[in-house]
């Protein structure tokens, strides 16, 4: 199970952070809002924790944004707000609970496990459609218009970060970051060669879609025209 953490206090993210992964949960951390919608937009979570005092954008224009676009990850609001009125306005707002600051860990736990007892089609759409193919994370394969074909672990992960962001230049750090991990060792050409796969798998599908390089930047995937 994979945690978001959208909090500016380092110090409460990093302690929560150790004792969510001593439980077995991988989790990913970000300090503002700007940054955490977009993660949040990624759809690759089963759960968000989600502060309302953040800079860039605080926390329930982050909500109110991500379940317009149709996001329906559980989110929990993790706040020192704790009136009636800051409450049912984040409820109102999207959030599925709402913790008020301080905490035992162990409510936190509690409320993360209700939040994860929703069914899978709810929380989590498990595929991944832009222009002519369509990626099942449950099969790991990648559908065309009248073929298909499987991909690794890894290439999953990389296509499908590609679907879920179409026409959108991402970065290399923010790419290996997210598939391979923040804290990962990894070589520069790993993601290259991973990209190249990619590429082929697209090109065996006869799909009109690219993976262009940005230079200087890292790769986008957008749709050639006819």
Known sequence: MRILMIEDD?????SIKFQLEKQGFSVDVCHDGEEGLF???????????LDRMLPGMDGISVLKTARNSGVCTPVI????LGELSDRVQGLDTGADDYIVKPFA?????????????????????????????????MQKTLKGHDSSCSLSKRE??????????????LPRSLIL??????????????????IYF???????LKSR???KSVRGVGYRLEVINA
Not at 39 to 49: K, S
Not at 116 to 137: A, Q
Not at 156 to 165: A, K, V
């Open 209 to 211: 879609l690219v993976i």
């Open 156 to 169: 999953g992960e990389l296509m499908e970060l590609f679907l879920r962001n179409p026409n959108q230049t």
């Open 10 to 14: 380092r110090k409460l993210c990093a």
């Open 198 to 204: 990619l590429r082929r798998r697209l090109k065996s």
């Open 177 to 194: 970051g997210r598939v391979w991990g923040p804290d990962a060792e990894i070589e520069d050409g790993n993601l290259d060669n991973y």
């Open 77 to 80: 609001m993790v706040t020192a």
């Open 39 to 49: 993660l949040i937009r990624e759809n690759a979570h089963d759960c968000v924790l």
């Open 105 to 137: 860990f162990e409510e936190l736990m509690a409320r993360i496990r209700s939040a994860l007892r929703r069914p899978v089609i709810y929380r989590n759409e498990h595929l991944c459609t832009f222009g002519d193919v369509c990626y099942d994370s």
